[in-house]
């Protein structure tokens, strides 16, 4: 089970948004490089950004930020990355500079060819990120609600070749009310690459339930303002992770 924690960038700093509500932000840190390296200092083994402004934008708004993490720590563990990457240019910029992964959301419901192009191109560093609210896949930001059901558009994606699919059940996220264990299992059991848990995460009791849902094919969880308020303390719940592999 990974535990990746995330960092959110807003005008190159470190925050946490609640419910992707851009003025409901809280600033956690100035400087997202040194909070990426303590978050490898605490056992993560992969770090999830995402470019907020890029994300709102429909372009990358952060990358002076997200090049300093990739100088601090992109050499140690993988380093993911979604908001505002529409096009290949993009891509093939994030990757050479050391990217480990691309995340494509909104680009790849409104233009699906975008996303197999991609898989194509970058086969092997292609997340897909699927935002939902009651099942139905959100864009923009998650300011737009469209009529697509996220275990459908998942199989599709599924067969153009991406690596995983990051699932965020966005009337959760920032809330800290509990990871939509449920629906996650759900999409993970209609998949065979792995479901990356997002939104929601609220303690140490979601670590447990996730791990408990593991063979279901969810490979990993998102961990936001939980790490960042002590709801939950991210070095022992790696080491609990970390415990419950060597038991496997």
């Known amino acids: 089970m990974l535990l990746i924690p995330a960092i959110d960038l807003k005008n190159g700093e470190c925050v946490r948004l609640e419910q992707g509500e851009m003025q409901a932000a809280t600033v956690f840190s100035r400087d997202p490089a040194a909070m990426a390296r303590h978050w490898v200092e605490q056992g993560a083994q992969r770090l999830h950004l995402v470019d907020l402004n890029g994300a709102f934008a429909g372009r990358p708004e952060n990358e002076p930020a997200i090049r300093a993490i990739l100088r601090e720590v992109g050499a140690d563990i993988p380093v993911q990355l979604g908001g505002g990457i529409r096009d290949l240019e993009t891509i093939e910029r994030y990757l050479d500079d050391g990217l480990g992964y691309v995340i494509i959301g909104t680009a790849a419901v409104k233009n699906p060819g975008f996303l197999k192009e991609a898989c194509s191109a970058f086969g ?56 939509n264990i449920d629906a996650t299992v759900r999409l993970a059991e209609a998949l065979t690459i792995p479901v990356i848990a997002s939104g929601g ?41 970390a415990a419950a592999a060597e038991e496997a």
Do not use: N
Not at 212 to 239: H, M, N, W
């Open 124 to 179: 092997g560093h292609i997340i897909v990120g699927l935002d939902a609210r009651d099942g139905k896949v959100a864009t923009d930001g998650w300011s737009k609600l469209t009529g697509h059901e996220v275990v459908d558009l998942a199989r599709k994606f599924e067969e153009y070749g991406v690596e995983a699919v990051i699932y965020t059940d966005i009337g959760r996220d920032g809330m800290l009310t509990g990871i």
């Open 201 to 241: 995460l609220a303690g140490m009791a979601d670590v447990e339930r996730l791990l408990e849902v593991e063979p279901s094919g969810v490979e990993g969880v998102i961990c936001g303002r939980a790490i960042y308020t002590g709801a939950l303390d991210f070095k022992a719940a790696q080491q609990r992770v």
